[in-house]
């Protein structure tokens, strides 16, 4: 990626970051996100496993399978690239949030691990149960956007997480399907 080209995306991310930070969201997407962001934390994916082990028919322990290794994979891949790259938070920018005062789990945004686990394990469980794939990308969608809108993470750090999570899974489901 060219100088250029990286310089125009950190312009964005930190424009649209101000805007964010300004915008006095209402009541009920300001429940929405900081309800997301909670379930992000691992207790939705949590409950979402028990449900399909118990539930889940005879692909069950392929599904979590392919969730759990992503997941894991996708948790290992973050907290170094998070290390390597040394991208600040936006909330490390001075800019106050107009409702939201979350304190990060770490210091450090590219990328966001609460979207790559999102996708990682919503992609794994959708490819084995797809009349699940709205409800549970709707959920990994929304764990995405509760961090942008509670200034916890730049966009390019959440699509880049979508990205890769979502490419954790599709590699997770195929290794699986191979053994």
Request: charged fraction near 15%; charge should be positive.
């Amino acid at each position: 990626m060219t100088r250029a080209m990286l310089a125009f995306i950190v312009h964005r991310d930190e424009r649209l970051m101000r805007r964010v930070n300004r915008w006095p969201a209402p009541r009920w997407i300001r429940v929405w996100m900081m309800a997301a962001t909670r379930g992000g934390d691992g207790w939705l994916w949590y409950a979402m496993g028990f449900v399909i082990l118990a539930f889940g028919g005879a692909e069950r322990f392929r599904a979590l399978g392919a969730a759990i290794l992503a997941e894991g994979v996708g948790i290992a891949l973050f907290l170094r690239l998070k290390k390597a790259t040394g991208r600040r938070r936006p909330c490390a920018y001075g800019e106050p949030h107009c409702w939201a005062e979350l304190l990060p789990p770490d210091q450090f945004s590219f990328p966001s691990g609460h979207t790559i686990t999102a996708f990682a394990v919503a992609v794994s469980l959708s490819l084995f149960y797809p009349g699940l794939t709205i409800g549970l990308l709707f959920c990994a969608a929304s764990v995405a956007a509760s961090r942008i809108l509670l200034g916890m993470h730049f966009v390019s750090d959440v699509v880049t997480g979508a990205i890769i999570g979502t490419a954790l899974a599709l590699g997770a489901e195929c290794i699986l399907r191979l053994a």
